[in-house]
């Protein structure tokens, strides 16, 4: 039977799969030796032998990773640890504070510290650490951790409780409560889940799929809080909003839950799910775009062609979809409603300049609204403003290609089908012409030059080598010369020598500051740390696997120039205690056209999961080259 720490490795595993993840990474997130590391392993090892379901694959190299050798058994095994996971141990740090929490917020009275600490087995000191981080949480949510004779309990709204319950997972995971009864229980989602298909369709109120499961989730919350006699107060909601339909829909929903589920039922609770509806922006069939959202769209996308050199202003399918999602977000803003994104790391690691551009634009609705835009709603933001700037990128039809080169016509006919088939959605036109054939005429015609001759045209740099049967390394190639860059060496020459550097340890303040001073001296440039401190404050430039990528809220210079720091340790590096080796300062000059993919490649670089692992093991400038390059060409070719 596996141990607590032994469980979590193995779910770990099931986290990262067909990723290879090393025992320091182990000993560092768990805190514990690489021996200990080694001997959980071994058991874990034996345990899946026994099962014969999976096994763990290792490798010098890379790691170990799981494999999985019968899905359906495999899922029941973890299923069952899960579960052991999420209700044996107590004290298991993150866990018992999970468990603090729901505690008070499920108690109408204070509870006494001796409770506690008979009931999760802690000494005194150990418990009051713990309040200390339960403080962290509930700070968050405007709500209170009260002290007093030897007693605890959290004051504050019911409604500021409920998104602490929700937005810590504590009613949606497998978490127990104080009296053995679990929030989950999957047969009362199933009659939610009826209850609001039934409504939805009497009301014709059309709703998307993950929307609907966020409101069954949303109303499985509040269920089990009126349950347990915990209601909204009037003086919690001061609604400005018609509600009209959504009020109408929300009262016969409620009529019936009430019925089902044995529950006394409010008005507040009712007009509270009908906002949650309205802020959802489903139902938008007599909705109008109103002056005041047009004219805040025009102002912003005006500030983002200042400040990213990027042009939305004709872009009127941008401007509706964005006013739409506006509306029902302002809703969400006010009554801190904000919607949940599991897609959040995806679209923060895929979608960089996008969402950069979201952040600035969640920044102003922030400005105007007067709260901050959470991170997962500046996701669904920058969705709208990544697929605006993949049009706007997009040259479908326009590039024309000539290929100078003396091969016999089949071999030219193979090559153009390559080329058409790796490019069609960018390329209009590819010819062939014979090098004695080139005329001045053709260098106006043609917007790039390939030949598969290393002649004079090749040599004075006019056209880019191509082999007559085409490998992936042309096409990596092909593909960065239709971006504007020359090949790899182009973009790794961004990356400079004088402003790469290593430290053993450091804090977020002295990198930024480190990054800043040695880019300010190399370009002899001003303001560039005030740009990006003040970037850094409308919100997290985290990327993702231990990586940050800072950046100036403007452009101080016409330099292209990326700045890189290497820590042995991990770095704090914000709210939501994410920890980071590689930072990057990047820094894109004025009116650079190539914005956009610049950024995409950088995304490209990233997506090797082991890059940090293996830089930390070797922090030189040579080898994080070796390494971009690697990553990026691979990155290409996918």
Known sequence: MLNQRQIEILLEFCNHTEEYLTASYFADKLNVSLRTVQGDMKAIKTELEEESCAHIESKASKGSCIVVEDADEFS???????????????????????????????????????????????????LLNDLKKVEEVLDKFHLELMHGNNKVMVD???????????????????????????????????????????????????????????????????????????????????????????YEISKDIFEKIGRRFFIKVTDEEIKYFALYLKGQGNNRDSDTITPEMNKFITEAFAQIKENFGVDFTDNI?????????????QIRIKYDMQMKNDMLDYIRETFPMGYDIGTYFAFLLSQKYGKKVSDDETALLAVHFYSSLMELNSSVGKIKILVISSLK??????????????????????????????????????????????????????????????????YANIKLNLDGFKDIEDIASIFYPELFYQVKSSTKKEVLQGLCDRATKYFEIEDLHSQVQQREEIGSTYFSKQIAVLHPMYAVSSDTFVSVCVSKQPIVWDEEDNQVNLIMLMHIGKNNTQAFQL?????????????????????????????????LESGLNQ
């Open 76 to 126: 029941a095994f973890v299923n069952s640890l899960y579960q052991e996971y999420t209700t044996v141990s107590l004290n298991y740090p993150t866990s018992r504070i999970s468990k603090i929490l729901l505690l008070l917020l499920s108690r109408h009275r204070a509870v006494t510290m001796s409770e506690m600490e008979e009931k999760y087995f802690v000494s005194k000191s150990t």
């Open 156 to 246: 504050g709204f019911e409604i500021n409780k409920r998104r602490c319950l929700a937005e810590q997972d504590l009613y949606l995971a497998h978490i127990k409560n104080e009296h053995g009864m679990s929030y989950i229980d999957e047969r009362q989602l199933a009659k939610i889940k009826n209850i609001l298909t039934e409504k939805f369709v009497e009301h014709q109120y059309h709703i998307m799929d993950t929307d609907f499961n966020n409101a069954i989730l949303f109303l499985n919350i509040m269920i089990c809080r009126m349950g347990d006699g915990f209601y909204v107060q009037p003086n919690e909601l001061d609604i400005t909003e018609d509600l009209g339909k959504e």
């Open 317 to 329: 399918n941008l401007r509706i979809t964005l006013a739409l999602h506006c509306m029902s977000l």
């Open 409 to 474: 016509n089949s071999m030219t006919l193979l090559l153009k089908q390559s080329l058409i088939r790796w490019f069609s959605d960018r390329v209009s036109t590819v010819d062939f012409c014979n090098p004695m054939d080139v005329t001045e005429d053709m260098l106006d015609e043609y917007d790039i030059f390939l030949t598969t001759e290393k002649d004079e045209f090749f040599e004075k740099g006019l056209a880019m080598y191509v082999n007559a049967f085409p490998n992936q390394h042309d």
């Open 599 to 631: 950024w995409d490649y950088i995304s490209k670089i990233f997506a090797d999961k082991t890059l940090v692992e293996k830089l930390v093991e070797d922090p030189s400038y040579d080898k994080f080259i070796a390494l971009m390059k690697e990553a």
